[in-house]
């Protein structure tokens, strides 16, 4: 099963479910797909779509995916990751108006050369992106809080 998770973010990314329901429609993928969105305007045919669900469900979802395709916020990333899965990561771009601005895109970009991430800039890559992610084992890894945990001490004074 691929797991397509793309946030809560309120504005929908339809390139990406138009890409893939286009993909299993033509075979290409021949998994199940199955997509978790807050928001869509392009309702796919081809895959099965989820609202926002509990955060236990959406665990259990990454824990039982071949493949998990992400939008690149980095709290949903942190998770793929704890599962030990390797994430396709897909930016939301101002540019198709899935988000404000670009610093999922940025955010992506220092992704790439980082092992343990495949990270997808064209769409026509998906399909091979998908194969790589299988075929890459990851540790499970856990997020490193110290820079976060440094400024909010900073920020109350304790250092």
Known sequence: ???VTLGTHPQPMDRLLRELDRLVEAGVIRDE???QAAAYGYRPRHIRSLPTIPADEFHRLIGSADVVISHAGPGTLAAVRQAGKTPVVVA???EYREHVDDHQVRY???LQPEPGYVVVA???DLPGAIDRARRTTAESTQPDRSRAIEALERIIGRR
């Open 1 to 3: 099963m691929i797991l």
């Open 33 to 35: 797909v199955i997509v």
């Open 92 to 94: 939301r771009a101002s």
């Open 108 to 110: 992506a970009q220092r």
């Open 122 to 124: 064209d769409l026509k």
